[in-house]
Every structure is written in C-alpha cells, then in structure tokens.
C-alpha cells in the first residue's frame, strides 16, 4: 500500500481543540449544566411508597413476624424511623402518619454532658455495639430474619413475586422403596461355587452362550448373567408384588461369584443390565431346559449318574443269560466310564451297549447304590470268569433283570416308595407286598 502523504499547510489551518472550545459557540452546544443531585432523594421515597401502600391494602403497618415481604417493609420502615436526615424528605409522603413531627432542639446542653472520661470512653463504646450485635443476634432464627434484618433494608429486593416458587415439584410421586438393595457378603456361597465353576467352564467350551440383555425380560430361579463383567446368579424370587407403574417387580435373591449377594427389585435389576454395555444373559444348554422340567434347580448338588448298560461280549455262558444289565454309578458320564470297557473287568472285558441313564442330586451315591445292589441281590450274575491275564475274577455289578425293573426300582428307591415292594424272583418283577390278605395300594 503506498505511503499517505498529508498537506503541512491544510495542517495547519486545521484549529486546534483549544480554539474550538475558545471560539463562539454558535449554537450552544456547549451551555450544559452539570447534573445536580437530588435532594429529593426519589429512590427512598419509592421505598417509602411501598410501605403506604402495604397500609392502604392492610390496613395496619408491616409487622416482623409477619411473611418474607412483610418482613422486609417492617425493616425498612424501622430504619427511616431511625435516620432522622430522611425525615424531612419523606414527611411530605407520609400520608399515614408514619413518621415522627420534626423536633427543634432549643435547650442548651451543658458540654459536660458530653465528657467522658478518656480511658472509659473506648470500653464503653464497644460494649454498646456489643450489646446490640447480642441483641439481633438471637433475634435470627431463619433466613427469612436474615433477608428482613437492617442490612437488607437499603437493598432493593426487587419484585417480591420473584420468590414465589412456580412449577417447582417440591414433592414427587415416585414410589419410594420399601427398602434399599445393599451388597452383603454371602454366608453360604460354598453352595454356589460348583454352579459359578460349572458356568465358566460351559462358557469356554462354548457349551453355554451369551447374549445381549432385553429389557422386557423376565428371569426365574437359576438363570444367570453378566452384570458389569461378573457373573451372578439368580437364587430366589420373592413374592409378587408390582412397582408404581403396575409392573411385576419382586424381590431376588441375587449371588454374585465374588462371594456377595444382593437383594434387588427385578425392575431394578433389569434396568442395570440393561444400561450395562456388557450386561449379558448366560443361555445355557437344552439340558437345562430338561432340568427344569424335572423339577432339577440350581440349588440341587449333582453326585454323578446311575446307569445301565448291556454287554456285546461273544462268551456263550454270557450271551446266554437273559437280560444281563449291569447297574453301576459314576461321577463322571457314562461314555467317559465305558470308553475303556475292553480293558476293564467291571465290563467283562468286552464292549458294551448304553441302554439308560440317570443323573443324581442330593444323595450319598455309594449307599444309593448300595440300596439298589442289596434290593436285587437274587437277580445278581454268580459266575467266575477267566480274564484276559489268565486270572479268575467275579463280576460286580450285573444282574439277570429287565431294564424296566432296573429302572422302577432306581426311582422307588429315589421316591421311598420301594417298601412297599418286592422282587418277583420267578418273572424278575416289582410286586407289592402283602400284609395277611391285604394289599397296600399302589399310590405311585
């Protein structure tokens, strides 16, 4: 951009400030008069407006123990009582009588009257101003005395309407609940460990699934999740009861694998899962589903499975026994049991057929077993047989019996109703017993 180059002479025939201000004033726009203060002092005699038209629609002055508002003009009206300097202003607005008729002091006061000793003077003083600050001290009681004292009186409040509280909820319509969930360690987790061990294990070898949490869901004893990336289970649920909305909202019994459990509301439950990025539901295997239908919940303990298998065995004596089972108890499944049934003895030694199989909770199995053993001691195989290594051994565990006795007398066994019966020893059937000429009914 080129340089910008100014006159020297129409510089200087430009006047200066000075000689503007100097100079005529044509048109007066200088002639302006400083503003003078009032002596009127408007603002007080606004305040002091409010006042009489506090009287106007009460009829009486404001009192302090009155409300907020009230307060605040019995303050105000209180310090123009005291500021004698206002009175004259104020005087002529006092349609009320408010305010006290100017005073004309015309007695001559002894200036002895006004001398104090030196050193009494200062103590004196302090203890006045003390005295006073006591005084309005144990008149504050509340905020409200707070808003109404002297300091506020030469504030302007403004409106009172602004403290008026509009749509404000000061109270809410949410149920409150009849008591608050809390995390509390779990007395009896050691029943929950095999449960939280078998989860894990289902998940890593994909025998169990995850998926994402539905809000609308519902869950029952036994169902399982993923809560903020620990796994918890659901023990028990509480009796009906609905939140304020109408929706089913019972109380759970919820165990965490960590050792601690809760009591939450379903709803409330639900909704966490929900808001949880990783909240997760445990979808287990079609077992489950069969456990459930059996009656067969989380808190039932699994001891392992009875079975029942039939041997493949080529030996004439064995192919020529009929109905050859063989009644055994593993903890583990019968495949895993019966996979190295050619090497073991308890299978003769041979192949054999998986013809059933039961699982089994809550029970001691060795005396289960021993039960079952006992009750079909007629039907058991009496026979040495020569093995593989040249040695006799004496076979366990098999009997000459149809499998569907086998099995009636596992679940008589299981349900107790097994006294009521015995063995046939001619057919190899359940009978019932007889007491002298009556027969017990069967109530299975």
């Not at 305010?99 to 001398?115: G, H, I, Q, R």
């Not at 905020?143 to 809410?172: K, N, R, T, Y």
């Not at 165990?255 to 939450?264: C, L």
């Not at 055994?328 to 057929?353: H, I, M, S, W």
Request: glycine share 6%; proline share 5%; charged share 30%.
């Amino acid at each position: 951009m080129p340089p910008i180059h100014h006159d020297r002479k129409k510089g200087v025939a430009r006047p200066s400030l000075d000689d503007i201000f100097n100079g005529p004033d044509e048109f007066g726009l200088l002639n302006v008069q400083a503003k003078r203060s009032s002596g009127g002092n408007p603002l007080e005699v606004a305040k002091f407006e409010e006042i009489n038209t506090f009287m106007d629609q009460h009829g009486r002055a404001p009192e302090s123990t009155g409300k907020l508002s009230e307060k605040l003009l019995a303050r105000r009206l209180k310090g123009y009582l005291d500021n004698h300097d206002l009175h004259s202003t104020l005087k002529p607005y006092d349609r009320h009588g408010l305010l006290p008729a100017p005073t004309s002091f015309v007695d001559e006061v002894d200036a002895s009257d006004f001398e104090l000793d030196e050193q009494t003077q200062p103590d004196s003083e302090v203890e006045q101003v003390s005295s006073d600050v006591v005084a309005d001290a144990e008149d504050v009681t509340s905020l409200d005395d707070i808003f109404a004292s002297e300091a506020f009186a030469e504030i302007d409040q403004g409106e009172p309407a602004l403290f008026d509280s509009i749509h404000v909820p000061f109270s809410s319509d949410r149920e409150a609940p009849d008591e608050i969930a809390q995390r509390r360690v779990c007395q009896d987790f050691y029943a929950f460990e095999p449960t939280f061990r078998d989860l894990h294990e289902k998940l890593k070898s994909g025998d169990a699934k995850t998926v994402r949490f539905q809000q609308a869901s519902q869950v029952q004893p036994g169902d399982a999740f993923i809560l903020e990336g620990v796994v918890c289970l659901i023990d028990e649920v509480g009796e009906y009861r609905e939140d304020n909305q109408g929706r089913y909202d019972p109380r759970l019994r919820v165990i965490f694998e960590n050792g601690t459990e809760s009591n939450h509301l379903l709803q409330s439950l639900a909704k966490r899962l929900y808001q949880d990025e990783t909240g997760r539901r445990i979808i287990r295997e079609a077992d489950s589903v069969v456990d459930a239908f059996n009656n067969v919940s989380h808190k039932d303990k699994r001891v392992g499975q009875i079975y029942f298998v039939t041997t493949r065995s080529e030996n004439p004596d064995l192919k020529a026994i009929p109905n050859l089972v063989k009644i055994g108890y593993t903890e583990l499944t019968v495949e895993e049991r019966t996979k190295n049934a050619e090497r073991d003895t308890a299978f003769l030694e041979a192949p054999v057929k998986i013809l059933a199989s039961m699982e089994c909770y809550n029970l001691n199995p060795n005396k289960f077993e021993s039960l079952i053993h006992g009750f079909l001691y007629a039907q058991r195989l009496k026979v040495a047989l020569i093995g593989k290594d040249g040695k006799a051994y004496h076979p366990k565990e098999w009997f000459s019996v149809p499998l569907d006795t086998a099995r009636e007398v596992v679940k008589r066994i299981i349900d107790g109703s097994i006294v009521h019966y015995r063995m046939d020893n001619t057919t190899g059937r359940l009978v019932k017993k007889r007491i002298g000429s009556i027969c017990i009914p069967n109530r299975a």
